[in-house]
Every structure is written in structure tokens, then in C-alpha cells.
């Protein structure tokens, strides 16, 4: 009987602190996962600048990679939802990045932007370290909407993101305040209850037991 109640305590320990792969779509800031998030808005970086990749600060290390080359502007701040400098891949005459990489060092659990300008369709796929996909999304085109679209990825052990423009066809696309959150994924309600139910199952069964 002890052995048994062993084995039944030591099932509930293990999935009241199992953390699944899961994921979901982030629609806001003020998401749950991203409390505490590091917040980037670009302001630091020089306007006008075309580069193919930068670090963030500390604690993140993280860093944002580019196909071919993005810059820093402020030309259309109020706008796009962008707010003061922002990230864009260019202009309709000198085509920039159609595939942005943004690499989290030390893995994160959240991660979202202010999203705007997009004509056609972008996905959003968060991986793992192993490059698995973890969850994708096809982000909504925006259009001239300044609604404060924003979008991003919860899921557990984020080591990298793709951002890919899927339609074949050149998208002037803006970025803003890349929030990356290191803190880790809420574990989902039902496997507490589930563990709690267990515990109870536990108790009850030794009380029937005396």
C-alpha cells in the first residue's frame, strides 16, 4: 500500500511541475507572458542606418538578423503603429529584408512587436533550440490600420523566431518595441486540477485505508 501511495505522490509532483511545449498567439502588452518583459523601441539605434543585424541589451542577449538589410527611421512616428523610431526593411525602391530572424539567447518564453505597414501576408514561427517549430501564425495584414496591432508568440523554450514574408511579393513592413519576456510559461490550469484531484484522490484513499 505504501509503495503504491509512493507511486501516486510521485505522479502528482511531476505533473504539477511539468511545463508543456505549448504555445499561443499574443494579441497585446499587456498579455500575462509578457509581465516583466524587456522592452526595445529602437530609440538607440542611429536613423538612417542599413544593417543586417543587431544585439539587444542584457539580460536577453538576444539579437535580430535580416536576409538582406534593414534601418532605423522615425519618417512615419503616429503611424502604422510605430511610435517614435521603429524598424523597417526599406522603401518600394530598395527592397530590404523578406525574412527576419530574432534570436533569443538563453531561450525566452514570450515575445512580441508593434506590427504595421504589412500588403501581404507574413507568418510568425517560434522554434526551439533543436529548430523545431513550436507554434506559427499568419500574421493579419495591417494595412494603413494604426489600431496598435501587435503580435508575438507564448510557448515554452523560444530559442529563435522567423518572421517570412510567404506571398512572393517585395512587403515595406514596420517593427516597434520588441518586447522579450524570460520569465517562464504559466503551466495551464486544467493539469493544477488535475494535480489537486490527485492529491485528494491521495488523502482519501489512506483515510479509507485506516
Same mark, same amino acid.
Not at 4 to 13: F, R, S
Not at 130 to 157: R, V
Given at each position: ?8 505522490? !510521485?505522479? @502528482? @509532483? ?20 509578457? %509581465? ?25 542577449? %538576444? ?8 534601418? #532605423?527611421?522615425?519618417?512615419? %512616428? ?20 523578406? /525574412?527576419?530572424?530574432?534570436?533569443? =539567447? ?9 506590427? $504595421? ?18 507554434? /506559427? ?7 494603413? /490600420?494604426?489600431?496598435?496591432? #501587435?503580435?508575438?508568440? !507564448? ?12 506571398? =512572393? ?11 522579450? !519576456?524570460? %520569465? ?15 492529491? $485528494?484522490?491521495?488523502?482519501? *484513499? *489512506?483515510?479509507?485505508? *485506516?
Amino acid at each position: 500500500m505504501f509503495k503504491k501511495m509512493t507511486v501516486l505522490a !510521485a505522479v @502528482v @509532483v511531476a505533473l504539477m511541475s511539468f511545463t508543456p511545449a505549448y504555445g499561443y498567439f499574443i494579441t497585446s502588452t499587456g498579455d500575462s507572458a509578457l %509581465s516583466g518583459a524587456y522592452v526595445d523601441d529602437m530609440s538607440m539605434w542611429i536613423p538612417g542606418d542599413w544593417i543586417t543585424a543587431y544585439h539587444l541589451l542584457p539580460p536577453n542577449q %538576444s539579437y535580430i538578423a535580416v536576409d538582406n538589410h534593414f534601418w #532605423f527611421d522615425s519618417t512615419y %512616428s503616429g503611424q502604422y503603429n510605430m511610435t517614435g523610431q521603429y524598424l523597417d526593411n526599406g522603401t518600394y525602391s530598395d527592397e530590404g529584408f523578406s /525574412s527576419l530572424k530574432i534570436g533569443f =539567447g538563453g531561450g525566452t518564453s514570450a515575445f512580441g512587436f508593434h506590427w $504595421g505597414a504589412s500588403d501581404y501576408q507574413w507568418a510568425l514561427t517560434a522554434y526551439d533550440a533543436s529548430d523545431t517549430a513550436i507554434e /506559427s501564425y499568419n500574421l493579419p495584414i495591417t494595412y494603413t /490600420s494604426n489600431a496598435g496591432e #501587435f503580435y508575438g508568440i !507564448a510557448a515554452s523554450n523560444i530559442a529563435y523566431a522567423l518572421l517570412t514574408n510567404v506571398s =512572393g511579393t517585395y512587403d515595406w513592413v514596420m517593427i516597434d518595441d520588441l518586447h522579450i !519576456a524570460a %520569465s517562464a510559461v504559466p503551466v495551464p490550469g486544467a493539469l493544477w486540477l488535475l494535480g489537486t484531484g490527485l492529491v $485528494g484522490l491521495l488523502g482519501l *484513499r *489512506r483515510k479509507i485505508s *485506516r
